[in-house]
């Protein structure tokens, strides 16, 4: 499985961004997708999980009602939409997925899959 995100960038305080991570080598469609994102000098965190078939969801507490998880598994590719960014949001964001699609774990170390990471800042 390679994943490839896309959609990073730098933009103000308050602004949006959309990142995308599109999946390639499999069909995605029955293992979960996650977001996890790297703060500079701090561990890699949790931010956002779907089901596999979207219908489940659930987001750090750092994010919940500025961020919303999405996944088109037609497309193979899941997307985050940011807004309201603030600079704590300045990180590397990597998209992760694993099998089976019924969980939503926020531990990186069960998601054997990621991608490159794309780097979002946040300017005050």
């Known amino acids: 499985v390679q994943l490839v995100e896309s959609g990073g960038g730098l933009v103000q305080a308050g602004g949006s961004l959309r990142l995308s991570c599109a999946a390639s080598?499999?069909?995605?469609?029955?293992?979960?997708m996650a977001w996890f994102r790297q703060p500079p000098g701090k561990e890699r965190e949790f931010v956002a999980a779907?089901?596999?078939?979207?219908?489940?969801?659930h987001y750090a507490d750092s994010v919940k009602g500025r961020f919303t998880i999405s996944r088109d598994n037609a497309e193979n590719t899941q997307y985050l939409q940011m807004n309201n960014l603030k600079p704590s949001d300045t990180a590397v964001y990597y998209c992760?997925?694993?099998?089976?699609?019924?969980?939503?774990?926020?531990?990186?170390?069960?998601?054997?899959?990621w991608g490159q990471g794309t780097q979002v800042t946040v300017s005050s």
């Open positions: 992760a997925t694993r099998f089976p699609g019924h969980e939503l774990p926020v531990i990186s170390d069960v998601y054997p899959y």
């Open positions: 080598g499999r069909t995605l469609s029955s293992y979960t």
């Open positions: 779907i089901s596999w078939n979207g219908g489940n969801t």
